[in-house]
């Protein structure tokens, strides 16, 4: 098998539950195909058919590099997920997953997925440079109390639906304060480009646990990125600074740096 290849989200659907691994890992959301098990077969057929004709699937069996690919993908100890809204209405929907040992990237390409093997000490920056190369902003970090969470719309309100890869970075209610007036600043600009990365380890259950996500967005002045923590009072507390890809690789790494 070649460093890289792509397979459809039905091929994606259906070899998931050939390989008995579950559901496909945020950001991804694969299509069930099929309401029966006639149906489901069927549609498995043509699968594994086309498979074959691409050399990866033979006598019942996925080849053994993409089957690793997936393994990876879904069960690996580390990953790092991205989601964002770019330029000209282009979505950002990818993830990469690293054992120490084998890492891989894959991305959403309209109906297909394309899976790329990277170096295990690289998988981190390899999916932040998915990203367009905006240079960083000007000007000094700034640092805000996080504003309370917005009430979710009532009696049906209309929803945009989907994913908001900017939910979690709303600006200050108060613009009291020099660094709560700044940080208004930022988001009175036209946003060029938003989305956000997560990263991910595995608890001691086995299940994924996010380490925060790191917020960023585009300007006609450059790239900022915004990180949270938590202080002892409970307190959440924003920052946002500028940032290019090489800076969110960094700080994605530093959240990754005690599992590494």
């Known amino acids: ?17 050939h390989l008995k691994l579950g559901k496909a890992p945020f950001p991804f959301q694969i299509p069930h195909m099929g309401t029966t098990h006639t149906q489901r077969a069927q549609v498995r057929e043509a699968v594994f058919r ?10 019942g069996r996925l080849d053994a590099d993409a089957q690793l690919a997936l393994e990876t993908f879904v069960k690996a100890p580390l990953a790092v997920a991205a ?20 890492a891989v990237v894959a991305r959403q390409d309209g109906n297909l997925l394309v899976f790329e093997e990277v170096r295990p000490t690289n998988f ?42 900017f939910a979690g970075v709303a600006p200050p209610r108060s613009h009291s304060a020099s660094q709560e007036r700044a940080v208004a600043r930022l988001f009175e600009k036209p946003k060029e480009g938003i989305g ?13 646990v996010s380490l925060g996500p790191i917020a960023w967005f585009d300007t006609e ?30 700080q994605l790494y530093a959240q990754l740096e005690g599992y590494l």
Not at 85 to 98: E, G, H, P, T, V
Not at 224 to 243: I, K, M, N, S, V
Request: with cysteine.
């Open 1 to 17: 098998m070649a460093h890289s290849f792509s397979l459809s989200l039905v091929a994606v659907d259906m070899l998931l539950e």
């Open 50 to 59: 086309d498979l074959e004709n691409r050399d990866l699937f033979s006598r």
């Open 83 to 102: 989601a964002a809204q770019l330029k000209k209405d282009d979505k950002l929907f990818a993830r990469a997953a690293s054992d120490g040992q084998f």
């Open 124 to 165: 981190v920056s390899a999916i932040v440079d998915l990203l367009p190369l905006t240079p960083a902003a000007g000007g000094q970090s700034v640092t805000v109390a996080k504003p309370a969470p917005r009430r979710r719309p009532r009696h049906g309100a209309p929803d945009e639906g989907g994913y908001d890869p």
């Open 196 to 208: 956000q990365f997560a990263a991910f380890v595995r608890g001691r259950d086995g299940k994924e």
């Open 221 to 250: 002045d450059g790239r900022y990125f915004c990180t949270q923590r938590e202080a002892e009072d409970g307190q959440q507390w924003l920052t946002y600074a500028p940032g290019d890809n090489a800076r969110i690789a960094q």
